[in-house]
């Protein structure tokens, strides 16, 4: 905080010089000491935009630099501190940032950079406030390196500036390395009298307490009082628990037992107590005790020392080997409840030696025997582990699926999640590739399988179409992956892909041209190329890579592209041998006369591609593609002009067997050509392919497009009666919600509100889909009805809260005043995002300034400031104006209100609202000649309403 008060010291003295930057300094300084780190972030990039040669940029790129420290972002910060400490190294706060290098480098694990920073600080600014901490960080950073000796001067040193208990509490670890256990218990005993309160007390009490008992000191640790840790403090419990160790290795074994009431809390205490008890004759209560913990305790140390003790109490005597000890205490005890935990036991040493047929018996057994959780978790991985070892990878999958079901945070998703990724993503579920990828990076990024995961996540997002995230990925997988040179090709087919083709070609420079990367490298060099319409050189490239082709679908992909580059070229004869020479030399003949066919068509050749869709359609009458040439023969007949032709073609395709999708399109086909050429009658072609089929869905599509029809062209008693049809020929139509909302709309289009009104309620009642509701309640607002409309939207928000429904709301909301409207704008906020975020935003401003809540709105204002859509900056600035006269500031206002004027012209609605209240601010401000002025300008753009009182506000004034 005292930074802060340096800072605002330095300032105030040129107020009066830059009070505009003084202003947005302060209003950052503000946000900072109120912890609103976010805003103050947001205030302090907008400062460096408004004032990118201040003589404050400094002081803002420190606070940024501590807001991003306190916000966990250290490498932001780091960056920002080192450019502060290249570039003020005069300013007086430079120690600050000094300092805050140190720290910082310390946070990020960079101990010998951190350690650089601190010894300039203590040598050239010996009296900086922080000097102590510099130590404190200092001894850290030696104790890291096992240098106790300097670690103990820098302790001396830090103390010496400022008693702190951390210092205390680092002092005492150094002193317990070092083997003084005397000097470390005065350190603790100073603590206790001068922190009785402290954490780091009760810290250092609970370190020393641990290394006499790993010295066997349990008499010393006993001695203690139980009364010296708060019992609220977080070290509480730990310090119990050693010192009921310390009274059982003494043999005091009452005092253990009296802590009875803690073993709930902690199962070490539990298990002294177990212990305490075998050894004061009471085995029937410590056999409950240890049946618990061998079970149920989170220690494995516990639970395998439990079940070793009830082993031994069950007359398990000296076990050879744990493998003999557990298969004798299953033979001796099949009705245990430890048969579980002594199965899973055996499984697990059977693993460990190789007998994977062995482990996974065992182990099913295990878990068949309700083995308990935790325990289960590493049978189900080992199961499927030992699948894999097998080289059963099939089942092995399933085995780790069942695993990462069960355990999605366990203890060995390493390998499984690797592989889950795998099989996600050969069945094409990205998102759950990215989720088990993720948790590798993050949880285990010493993974050997951390490369693969970057490399498979750029798969997903190459998959998906986003080539800057897929290029980040394989970027970083390069970094632990040993195949570099398919990662290089798929970055530079990123590069391919978003135009970046001299980076494409230096990309490809890296790939080794060798027969395993040589023909990838060349048919991407070829696209490169083709990207570039380069085309020799890509036939050239496609050439070079024919030599490493050593499979005839390789070869066969080569042609493929000469085909198609020759074509690039306007060489159709050389495109079209090459395509028939593939049709006929590979068992894909039809598949290439197709390609042929498209290739022409696409390049907009509709005689080739009349050409060879029709000799597809002669050939191969019963071919996959068939239907699909029939449709391009047609389209290449309507691309020419010759409608009539493509309508003939395009009707054979309206037939039982066709594939729905091809059906539409040529439906679309017929209506495209009718629009053509007026030869050709929409409505006749219609009713005489209805006559033509009895196909149920084909009818119902042709009445439906005629429906369209009337629809398009307001044909509204035709539309009536081709409705009144469909419902006839199928009933169950009327409960198609889908397209009773079309026939609604369409009737509400027409202005025939009651039966658009009529369908709503019937379809309301039967599925109650938010759409339904929403327009139901456009309906009512067409009908003047803003009540009901408001009740329908509400309806519909309650069904789907999408964010441009809520919007419609609450703009209906706003012209209501409705009680509700805040409640309801903040359930908005925590959804929506981006435009629909703002557009709420300004909703907001409007309710706001409309109620007089005039602080509110203005703080709601700016954070609209900088958008990136010029809708909401209009309407920033217009809010900006009108609440100055809300405030009564007229003469301010007015030049607000006009900049909307002269920077958002083509925001009509706005603009005029902005006009208006400008001119209505010079009548307040007795300037009405340039209100009238204003007002001639815009009065013929004006509704009646605005412009009629606007006019009658200025004769009063005139009079």
């Known amino acids: 905080m005292k930074r802060i008060v340096l800072l605002f010291v330095i300032i105030t003295s040129f107020f009066s010089i830059y009070s505009a930057e003084i202003d947005d300094f302060k209003f950052i300084l503000g946000l900072y000491s109120d912890r609103n780190y976010e805003l103050a972030d947001a205030e302090i990039s907008s400062f460096l935009k408004k004032y990118p040669q201040s003589s404050y940029l400094g002081d803002v790129s420190y606070l940024s630099a501590k807001i991003k420290t306190n916000r966990g972002d250290l490498k932001t910060a780091k960056k920002l501190l080192t450019s502060l400490y290249k570039s003020y190294p005069e300013a007086r706060y430079r120690g600050n940032v000094i ?33 102590w901490k510099a130590y404190y960080y200092l001894a850290r950073i030696a104790i890291s390196k096992n240098e106790d000796d300097k670690a103990g001067d820098y302790i001396t040193k830090s103390l010496k ?36 309160d402290n954490e780091f007390k009760n810290k250092a009490i609970v370190m020393y307490l641990q290394e006499l008992l790993v010295r066997g000191m349990y008499q010393d640790v006993a001695e203690f009082s139980v009364d010296l840790v708060n019992q609220d403090s977080s070290y509480y419990l730990s310090f119990i628990e050693l010192m009921v160790a310390a009274y059982y290795e003494t043999g005091d074994y009452e005092k253990v037992l009296s802590y009875e009431k803690l073993e709930t809390s902690s199962e070490r205490i539990r298990y002294y107590i177990a212990l305490s008890l075998i050894n004061s004759g009471k085995n029937d209560d410590s056999i409950k005790k240890l049946e618990l913990l061998s079970t149920l305790a ?25 493998i003999k000890m557990f298969e004798q ?60 070892m097998k080289g059963l990878t099939e089942k092995a999958i399933v085995g780790y699926d069942n695993y990462l ?22 069945k094409k579920e990205f998102p759950e590739v990215l989720v088990t990828t993720e948790k590798i990076i993050t949880d285990y990024p010493n993974s050997a399988k951390l490369g693969l995961a970057y490399s498979l996540q750029g798969d997903v997002y190459f998959e998906s179409g986003k080539y800057q995230l897929a290029e980040t990925k394989y970027q970083e997988s390069l970094n632990s992956i040993d195949e570099r040179g398919v990662i290089l090709a798929k970055i530079s087919q990123i590069m391919l892909i978003r135009k970046q083709y001299e980076n494409a070609h230096k990309n490809l420079k890296d790939i080794p041209e060798d027969s395993k990367h040589g023909y990838h490298k060349y048919i991407l060099q070829g696209n490169i190329y083709f990207a570039q319409k380069l085309y020799s050189s890509a036939i050239s490239s496609y050439q070079k890579a024919e030599k490493y082709a ?65 000799e597809y359609t002669n050939r191969f009458v019963t071919g996959n593609r068939y239907y699909e040439s029939v449709l391009g023969l047609a389209d290449s007949y309507y691309n020419k002009g010759d409608y009539v032709n493509a309508f003939m073609q395009y009707k054979t395709l309206i037939a039982t067997g066709v594939k729905k999708e091809i059906i539409l399109n040529a439906i679309n086909g017929i209506d495209w050509s009718s629009r053509q050429d007026k030869s050709i009658n929409f409505i006749t072609s219609i009713e005489e392919l209805i006559q033509k089929t009895s196909d149920k869905w084909i009818i119902s599509q042709l009445l439906i497009r005629k429906l369209n029809h009337h629809q398009l062209n307001s044909e509204w008693d035709q539309l009536d009666t081709t409705y009144e049809k469909i419902l006839k020929f199928d009933p169950d139509y009327i409960n198609d919600v889908e397209f009773s909302l079309n026939v609604a709309n369409a009737y509400m289009a027409g202005g025939k509100y009651e039966k658009s009104d009529a369908i709503y309620n019937r379809i309301s009642k039967n599925n109650q889909g938010a759409e339904v509701f929403r327009n139901w309640a456009k309906l009512k607002l067409l009908q003047n009805q803003k009540i009901e409309a408001l009740a329908k939207y509400k309806e519909a928000v309650k069904l789907n809260d999408d964010v441009e429904i809520q919007l419609e ?28 975020l703002e557009q709420g935003k300004i909703l907001y401003i409007s ?19 900088e958008s990136e859509f010029e809708i909401i900056r209009a309407n920033h600035q217009y809010f900006k104006g009108l609440i100055l006269y809300k405030y009564g500031n007229y003469e301010e206002a007015i030049p607000e209100l006009l900049r909307v004027r002269y920077l958002y012209p083509k925001q009509t609605e706005i603009r005029l609202k902005a006009d208006v209240m400008a001119c209505y601010a010079y009548l307040k401000s007795k300037k009405v000649d340039k209100a009238v002025q204003l007002f001639d300008s815009i009065e013929g753009e004006l509704d009646d309403e605005a412009g009629i009182e606007l006019e009658k506000a200025i004769k009063a004034e005139v009079q």
């Open 550 to 614: 050593d499979t005839g679908e390789k070869r066969e992909e080569i042609s493929n592209k000469l085909a198609w580059t020759h074509y690039q070229t306007n060489n159709f004869k050389k495109s079209y041998e090459i395509y028939r020479k593939l049709s006929e030399s590979t068992d894909r003949t039809d598949f290439y006369i197709y390609m042929a066919a498209t290739a022409a068509f696409s390049a907009q050749q509709y005689n080739d591609a009349i050409t060879f869709f029709r």
């Open 298 to 322: 989170n220690s494995e140390e516990i639970r395998a020392a439990s079940l070793f003790y009830l082993a031994k109490m069950k007359s398990v005597n000296e076990a050879a080997n744990a």
């Open 329 to 388: 205490f299953i033979k001796d005890n099949p009705k245990s409840n430890l048969i579980p935990e002594a199965l899973y036991q055996s499984g697990l040493l059977y693993f460990s030696t190789g007998n994977y047929t062995k482990s996974t018996e065992f182990l099913e057994q295990s878990i068949l025997a309700g083995i308990r959780n935790d325990y289960k978790e590493r049978a189900l991985y080992l199961i499927a582990e030992s699948d894999y």
């Open 405 to 426: 079901r069960e355990y999605p945070e366990g203890k060995f998703t390493d390998e499984a999640l690797f592989k889950k990724a795998i099989h996600h993503f050969e």
């Open 161 to 196: 500036l400022k008693s702190d208990p951390a210092s205390y509490e680092l002092q005492i670890m150094v002193l317990l390395k070092s083997n003084k256990i005397e000097e470390s218990k005065k350190i603790v005993q100073k603590m206790l009298l001068d922190y009785p």
């Open 847 to 865: 309710w706001l300034t409309e109620n007089n809540k005039l602080t509110q709105a203005e703080e709601i204002n700016q954070s609209v400031s």
């Open 99 to 131: 300092f805050d290098l140190g720290q910082t480098e310390f946070m990020l694990g960079n101990y010998d950079l951190s350690e650089r920073y601190l010894n300039e600080l203590l040598k050239t600014h010996p009296k900086n406030s922080d000097i």
């Open 809 to 836: 709301k609450l703009n209906l909301q706003i012209t209501l005043n409705d009680k509700d409207f805040e409640i309801d704008y903040l359930r908005f906020i925590r959804k929506a995002d981006g435009l629909f």
